[in-house]
């Protein structure tokens, strides 16, 4: 099954900040991730995130791209067949699930 993917806003702007070799990886991970987001535990790529550092990111995913040290952070959403795509970001002192934290809360995820 192919999961539909949705966006927040702010991802679109995350994505152009990206450069080009970066953009490429990210649209590959997105791809194969879409076809199986469900947690590592249940055989998918996701990586449950808990609270790490204040964020409070319980029941959210996150994948590593790793030869270009960046997170994806998404919400699966499973009776309705979509992922929510939270933030992709470099990894850098786990700014990235600290921004993931503020987005869930603007938008009341």
């Keep these: 099954m192919k999961w539909e993917v949705r966006y927040l806003p702010e991802v679109l702007d995350d994505f152009r900040a990206l450069d080009g070799r970066q953009r490429i990886l990210v649209k590959k991970a997105v791809e194969k991730v879409r076809t199986n987001s469900l947690p590592d535990t249940e055989e998918g790529y996701g990586k449950r995130l ?43 002192d786990d700014e990235v699930y600290h921004i993931a934290h503020k987005r869930i809360q603007d938008h009341n995820l």
């Design 50 to 92: 808990g609270n790490k550092d204040n964020t409070q990111l319980t029941g959210f995913l996150k994948v590593k791209l790793c030869g270009a040290e960046l997170r994806m952070v998404y919400q699966l959403i499973r009776e309705k067949g979509y992922m929510v795509l939270i933030v992709i970001g470099v990894r850098k």
